[in-house]
């Protein structure tokens, strides 16, 4: 197979399951050749984000990372996508196995956000656990010199439910309950925009989307990513020219 990408995911399943639905069906075609090239790794068994990040004696994921990238660096991949916020947390770690462009998903989304949203000097944050305990996404979005708002203790168990009981454990989402935080974050904690940092959220607002809150999507916007730089390396344009928009330090 020429001209593909590699997706690292599993983290969890149905997430990954959703950003590659989001590729299929944004990109246009008109015969099956019109569709993407790319290896989906699912990798169910990388043990858990969030409790290795709080706690390192837990099982560390890093390893079965390193694995699924290093196997599939061998079959050489125009770029890696990794559909999970979380697992970010060996970004760098991981793309210095390789001299192969690896999108950083929550970079991405943080530009997009100063880029789309300029005026805005706070977003709410919303993610798991792992990603707020190791600060993934605050010193992101504090790079940008933007300011993140958690909210309240009352938040991050709402979030959970919606993770981990709902989504993870049932495999549904509660839309109330989504729309319910989002509308906490926006009333309660003045935030104008709100940042999905839990790919499990992006499902929830690609099932859920019906509500007036701005939110930036990483999942989606990295699906928007993926298709822009698989349809120009297509057409004869260098993966690294044309990933290089996209890598910011």
Not at 148 to 174: C, F, H, R, T, W
């Amino acid at each position: 197979m020429k001209h593909f990408f590699s997706i690292i995911g599993g983290m969890g399943t149905i997430a990954t399951e959703s950003y590659v639905r989001l590729i299929n069906h944004r990109v246009k075609i008109a015969k099956d050749q019109d569709y993407l090239n790319y290896i989906l790794v699912n990798d169910a068994q990388i043990p858990d984000r969030t409790a290795y990040i709080k706690d390192h004696t837990k099982p560390n994921f890093f390893y079965d990372l390193r694995d699924d990238v290093l196997g599939q660096a061998k079959l050489g991949p125009d770029f890696y996508v990794m559909p999970c916020n979380t697992a970010h947390y060996f970004y760098d770690d991981l793309a210095a196995l390789t001299d192969i462009p690896f999108l950083h998903m929550m970079r991405i989304a943080v530009h997009q956000f100063i880029e789309k949203y300029p005026q805005e000097k706070k977003i709410g944050l919303i993610a798991t656990e792992g990603s707020i305990y190791d600060h993934l996404y605050v010193d992101e979005i504090h790079a940008v010199h933007r300011e993140a708002e958690l909210g309240g203790p009352e938040i991050q168990p709402m979030v959970n439910k919606l993770i981990y009981s709902d989504i993870k454990e049932k495999g549904m989402v509660d839309s109330k309950l989504y729309h319910q935080i989002l509308q906490k974050m926006h009333d309660d904690y003045g935030c104008n925009v709100i940042l999905l940092g839990c790919t499990e959220l992006s499902l929830a607002q690609e099932e859920a989307p019906d509500h007036p809150y701005n939110v930036i999507d990483p999942q989606s916007i990295i699906a928007d990513v993926s298709i822009e730089l698989a349809l120009k390396i297509r057409n004869g344009m260098d993966s690294k020219k044309a990933c290089a928009k996209y890598m910011y330090k």
